[in-house]
């Protein structure tokens, strides 16, 4: 099978569509260490706190429900457990063919969450795990999120957030950045493979300004729940109902 062509890490934040082409090759190239690389960085605490977001989520029985950036499909299958009707997408069809692999009841596309294959409206839970730091124009992608769910539809995201405090700050990404090199060699033989996650956080607006972007797209309320001290965030925002 032929190798995707190795990302590089200097030319990702040149622009919006150097950074869509660089996630799109990166997680084509880390696909097959994904849920290693999630357990290893989050200190084996991963899919717990995907748990949290679906219980947060609470998905009732043949509720219509999109995992953007499904990744494998830890929290698309968590949301079927409960009864939803699950619908997947991702960018990257390296990651699609593993979650396919999985048993389960869900339905997975490839799409990009700037421009979602559906139509309005069409779902009352959006999800999406580490995915909000990665899109290019987050705005945009923001209000295709609000597009596709229903009035009092609830969106929920599960993201690494940027400190505020700059010590606790410089030593997360200095951590992540020592250990994403490390992994980076042993795994694929570049250093440069997970220092992107570092690096994105350092750019990512933060989850108070995230919540206040939601609600700019129109979103009625907006809260986050801190992860690990504040070093991750899970957002929650919801639509009014309409009446």
């Known amino acids: 099978m032929t190798q995707p062509a190795r990302p590089r890490l200097k030319s990702a934040f040149n622009s919006s569509p150097a950074k869509a082409a660089y996630v799109r090759r990166l997680f084509a190239t880390i696909a097959h260490r994904y849920d290693l690389i999630t357990i290893l960085l989050s200190y084996g605490l991963d899919r717990g706190w995907k748990r949290r977001l679906v219980r947060l989520a609470a998905p009732r029985p043949g509720s219509r429900a999109l995992d953007l950036a499904c990744g494998t499909g830890d929290i698309a299958f968590a949301l079927a457990e409960r009864g939803a009707q699950v619908t997947g ?3 990257t069809h390296e990651m699609l063919r593993l979650a396919k692999a999985r048993e389960g ?5 490839t799409g ?8 309005r409206a069409g779902f009352e839970i959006v999800t999406t795990g580490y ?7 987050l705005p945009g992608s923001l209000a295709e999120i609000r597009r596709v769910l229903k009035p009092g539809g609830v969106f929920l995201s599960l993201d690494f957030n940027r400190p505020d405090n700059r010590l606790v700050r410089a030593c ?13 060699f042993v ?11 570092p ?11 995230v919540c206040e972007m939601l609600r700019e797209q129109g979103f009625s309320s907006c809260e986050y729940v801190p992860v690990l001290g504040g070093l991750m965030a899970i957002h929650i925002g919801r639509l009014k109902v309409e009446g």
């Open 187 to 197: 795994l694929h033989r570049d250093p440069d493979t997970y220092r992107y996650i």
């Open 199 to 209: 690096e994105s956080i350092e750019r990512h607006p933060g989850a108070a300004r």
């Open 89 to 91: 997408l991702d960018v």
């Open 105 to 109: 009841r869900s339905a997975f596309v």
């Open 172 to 184: 997360y990404l200095g951590y992540l950045t020592v250990v994403g090199s490390v992994l980076g």
């Open 131 to 137: 995915g909000i730091r990665n899109v290019p124009d």
């Open 112 to 119: 990009d969450m700037m421009a979602l294959p559906f139509g």
